[in-house]
């Protein structure tokens, strides 16, 4: 069967926890480490990555406005990252949402021309023909 490590492994979600310190900013300055610890843990038994976040350094904003986590991230097997290689992850803008959604996406840079796009229905104008031969 394997380990996680052998298939494309993508979990994404609100863990409730953060890695270090660093990603929680509260007025209280409350800091668990036991969780830090515990979670960070949780992800080196998995063998899963967590890559770096890009568009914002936290993902959940209490409505105070100074109390911040980055708990929300998508944790990848190794398998998934060699596959698709220039995956990252994006915090959105919270909007009404105290959670920023995460976008997991791949650098498009490589993929080469964008395919034509029409609508289909242009095919039934009597005139269309006419149209893309002249303008070909």
Not at 99 to 115: A, F, M, Q, R, S
């Amino acid at each position: 069967m394997g380990t996680l490590s052998d298939h494309n492994v993508c979990v994404c979600g609100d863990f409730n926890a953060v890695w270090c310190r660093e990603e929680r900013r509260s007025v209280g300055g409350v800091f668990n480490a036991v969780w830090s610890d515990n979670f960070n843990n949780l992800i080196d038994r998995a063998l899963l990555m967590d890559l770096p976040l890009q568009g914002r350094m936290f993902t959940q904003y209490r409505g105070d406005g100074r109390s911040m986590s980055r708990i929300d991230r998508f944790l990848l097997s190794e398998n998934w990252c060699l596959t698709w290689p220039n995956c990252y992850q994006v915090a959105m803008s919270h909007g009404l949402s105290d959670h920023c959604p995460l976008v997991l996406t791949i650098d498009v840079e490589n993929w080469g021309p964008k395919p034509l796009r029409m609508l289909k229905c242009w095919e039934s104008l009597s005139s269309y023909n006419n149209f893309v031969r002249d303008r070909w």
